[in-house]
Structures are given as structure tokens and as C-alpha cells.
């Protein structure tokens, strides 16, 4: 059993199956490797796939809004889509255009572009739309996440039309957090989902 500060008690696995809606996965810079929540999510859930990347380690913003796009477009409308990390970045760039309809999106460690550690890589996230997203979206919030303040998060948050949801000390929400399936993230998704 996992609790934080964004639920109660949350009992459910991640291997667990929840209703209806597709997941599409959209990891950060680097991908998410095989300890990450979001891998060991695809690996339990057969409905769940990961967008693929040209390019994990020097990204471009307009590949991974394309990306994006065409996987939601092949997928269907009924999807939901769970980003980490830079991956948020590119799901507002995305949402910012004419675009597929979603369910909705669970974002998950919005990084800040103009922060000291954002990967100097990356090109052309810059500073995220600041308009409402036309589908549902839950912003979950770390206290401590070394590429972005819990008050730039709250404010895209805010911005996005988006829940947010602090989750207390869990650094940049990834694999080195030692969240294992974490459970009250997917509680957060099936909501989402539901």
C-alpha cells in the first residue's frame, strides 16, 4: 500500500486492468528505462504503447508534437495519455495545435525549459502554450524535482485547465524516486480513464 499526499490509501497495481480507454505512453529525454513507472506500466497492461522518438537524446519538439499526433490519430479518440518529464512539454505543444481528440492526459514531472538543469539537447520546447487544454488533465506535482519548482507546475496547472496533484518529496518522479509500480500515480490514471 502507497499513500501520499495526493490520495488517501491507494491499494490498486499497476498490473491491475482498468476500463476502456487506450494509453499511450510518452516518456522524457532519454526514454524511460525498464525500472521507471512508465515502463513497468506498458510491460502489465497490454492496451498501454509507447510513442516512439526519432531522436531520445537530442529532441526536437515539432518531431515529438508529430509523434504524438500520429499516434493518437492511428489509436482512436478514446486514449489517454501519460506523459513524463519533456514529454509534457510536447503534449501542450501538441495540444496547441489542431489535433486528434483525446480523452484525456495525466502529466507527470512538467519540467522548466528556462531551468539550470533542462537538457540543453532539447530544441524548441521553450516555454509551453499557456491555454486551456480541450480534453481532461491531471498535473502531478513533486516538491523537490530538480528540473521545475512545485510553482511553475502549479501555474501551467492552472493555465492547462489541469488538476494538480502535490505528491510531497519524490524528486523527479522517474525510476531513481524508487516508486516501483507506483500505484498512486495509476490511481490517478484510472481516474482519468473512468
Not at 67 to 92: K, M, N, P, Q, Y
Request: one cysteine or more.
Amino acid at each position: 500500500m502507497y499513500k501520499d499526499s495526493a490520495t488517501s490509501e491507494v491499494s490498486c497495481s499497476a498490473k491491475e486492468s482498468v476500463v476502456s480507454a487506450r494509453v499511450l505512453i510518452l516518456p522524457g529525454y532519454g526514454n524511460s528505462g525498464a525500472l521507471h513507472w512508465q515502463s513497468r506500466w506498458e510491460q502489465a497492461n497490454p492496451a498501454f504503447v509507447r510513442v516512439q522518438q526519432r531522436d531520445w537524446d537530442a529532441p526536437v519538439c515539432d518531431d515529438w508534437v508529430a509523434a504524438i499526433e500520429d499516434a493518437v490519430r492511428s489509436t482512436g479518440h478514446d486514449v489517454v495519455l501519460v506523459a513524463h518529464s519533456l514529454g509534457c512539454l510536447a503534449v501542450a505543444h501538441w495540444a496547441a495545435t489542431p489535433h486528434s481528440p483525446i480523452r484525456g492526459a495525466l502529466l507527470v514531472a512538467v519540467p522548466d525549459p528556462e531551468g539550470p538543469d533542462f537538457p540543453a539537447q532539447a530544441s524548441g520546447f521553450g516555454e509551453p502554450p499557456a491555454r486551456s487544454f480541450a480534453f481532461s488533465s491531471t498535473v502531478v506535482i513533486s516538491d523537490d524535482d530538480p528540473y521545475g519548482t512545485p510553482a511553475y507546475s502549479a501555474q501551467l496547472a492552472q493555465a492547462w485547465g489541469s488538476s494538480a496533484v502535490r505528491v510531497g518529496s519524490c524528486g523527479h518522479i522517474n525510476a531513481e524516486s524508487g516508486l516501483g509500480d507506483w500505484a498512486a500515480g495509476f490511481e490517478l490514471l484510472r481516474q482519468l480513464r473512468d
